[in-house]
């Protein structure tokens, strides 16, 4: 479970500097239904920028944001992209819920809120005094300096120097601090390796997406809610929620899987990793270039027992793709031979190459589950391809000046050509595989125990069912902070 208990003095320090930088601290209730925010907040951020450095921008961490880059409030229904059947091959309905509406562009400022605002509201981490660093193949980094901005709070990011050029060039202006460490995504024990290096001084305070536990509570409560939400508002008669993919980064959106499996009893929960660095898989390792995952170890926060499905995503996939969606060509082979609208068009620009491989996992399940016109399969769009524009540029002058004739073969070869090879569906035998690797990382590196490992896999009511119950804990606290500001009440 996350550790609630109260420090009396860093609370106190946390109080007065966010009454002193105007901080008021949105729950994990509001998150989930954003028209419950107060009127007096809504209409200040009819002024804010989505990507603005203000605190207001705290308000919008929710799925449900309206697609606005400037003074844009809340809708009903999440904002997402329907892959329709021509380009993906398959007869299944596939929704994808997009994270670019989000501060930052990206969901994983929620997930950097579920780690940061329990220790902030208890004290546990002082912002007079702590730096929060944030360990990261890429995004988490962001939300993680993004929200320490807005929180008043010095930050540390971390991730590796692979990444896209636009991430560090944003970070470089948020951080406090930015480390490159050596490698790409699949790098993370050297992300690790820095976090223990910088664990010898005290007033670093490591908030480590993989393993935790605000993560998967946030996108268990927030992320899970709005997949449901988003299917019971597009849902036709007959149709049944069969099926959620996630690529495995942090794993914080499996525990949105865990929601859904909850709600819908019979939909397979899929994990999607690199096939050139296949862990679940078969215990492999490598680099690869879905920007965004991590790899070459299992979470500590992923529920693996509760997963149904391992998916091998090839990068070479995800990377054609990204160029299809991206370039006037593509584009127009797109709206020419699969009659696409410009809407649809533009909502494709809203994959980044993390997100392209998620739609992928959704496609091959469909085709090993024969999933039929009835059928729907959900998924997260974690970023958009802003973040990869400099990729773009690479692949074209790579391969060349992009044409119609490359357009169909990207999308035969590495849409519609998709097959149900570098897939498992996982036994209870081979879930505990899985699970078990776990061991290498957290107890033989990072000091977790041989107990706390196996609760995770005996223990569920009282590890992740205790985790996803903790939103109500957490929101009284937040409640109680915003009342010591007094600042709610000024408004």
């Known amino acids: 479970m996350i550790d609630l208990r109260i420090n009396k003095t860093g609370l106190a320090n946390n109080i007065k500097k966010a009454k002193e930088s105007n901080v008021i601290i949105p729950t994990i209730a509001q998150m989930r239904r954003p028209e419950t925010i107060p009127e007096k907040i809504q209409a200040r951020l009819k002024k804010v920028g989505l990507w603005d450095v203000d605190p207001l921008n705290l308000f919008r961490i929710t799925w449900k944001n309206e697609a ?16 329709p059947s021509a380009l993906s091959g398959v007869p299944c309905r596939i929704l994808a819920m997009a994270g670019k509406w989000f501060p930052t562009g990206c969901h994983k400022v929620g997930a950097s809120f579920g780690c940061l605002a329990p220790r902030l509201v208890t004290g546990q981490f002082d912002a007079t005094y702590h730096h929060a660093v944030w360990p990261s193949t890429g995004n988490y980094c962001r939300g993680g300096a993004f929200n320490s901005k807005l929180l008043a709070c010095d930050s540390v990011a971390i991730l590796p120097a692979g990444m896209s050029k636009e991430r560090f060039a944003w970070l470089n202006e948020i951080a406090g601090q930015v480390i490159a460490t050596p490698g790409c995504e699949s790098n993370v024990k ?16 490591i908030f480590n997406q993989f393993e935790e536990m605000g993560n998967p509570l946030w996108h268990y409560n927030v992320t899970g809610n709005a997949l449901a939400d988003l299917f019971e508002a597009v849902k036709r008669p007959g149709d049944r929620l069969s099926g959620a993919c996630f690529t495995s980064g942090s794993a914080g959106t499996m525990s949105a899987g865990d929601l859904l499996k909850e709600k819908y009893p019979h939909l397979k929960l899929g994990v999607g990793e690199a096939l050139q660095c296949p862990t679940i898989l078969n215990n492999g390792f490598g680099g690869h270039r879905i920007e965004g995952i991590g790899d070459k170890h ?14 091998a995503i090839d990068d070479e996939d995800s990377q054609r793709l990204l160029r ?17 609208d410009k809407a649809l068009l533009e909502q494709l620009t809203w994959l980044g190459i993390s997100g392209i491989a998620n739609v992928l996992c959704c496609i091959k399940m469909a085709k090993y589950y024969e999933l039929t016109e009835q059928d729907v399969v959900v998924t997260v769009l974690t970023d958009s391809a802003s973040m990869y524009q400099s990729r773009i540029a690479e692949l074209n002058e790579k391969y060349g000046a992009y044409s119609a004739h490359e357009a169909a073969l990207d999308h035969q070869l590495h849409m519609l050509g998709l097959r149900t090879d570098s897939l498992l569906e996982l036994t209870y035998a081979e879930r505990k595989r899985v699970h078990n690797l776990k061991y290498y990382t957290w107890v033989e590196q990072q000091g977790r125990t041989v107990e706390e490992l196996n609760a995770l896999w005996y223990d569920t009511e009282n590890t992740w069912d205790a985790v996803h119950r903790q939103a109500d ?15 709610l009440k000024a408004l």
């Open 473 to 487: 804990d957490l929101d009284a606290l937040i409640n109680a902070f915003n009342e010591a500001t007094g600042l």
């Open 190 to 205: 050297e992300i690790f390796d820095k976090t223990w290096e910088l664990r010898q001084q005290p007033e670093m305070m």
């Open 298 to 311: 299992i979470p500590w926060i992923h529920n693996v027992k509760n997963t149904d499905m391992a998916i």
């Open 68 to 83: 606005k880059e400037t003074g844009g409030l809340y809708q009903p229904v999440p904002n997402y992209v329907e892959i």
């Open 324 to 340: 299809l969606f991206n370039t006037k060509e593509g584009q127009r082979y797109l709206s020419r031979e699969l009659k696409l």
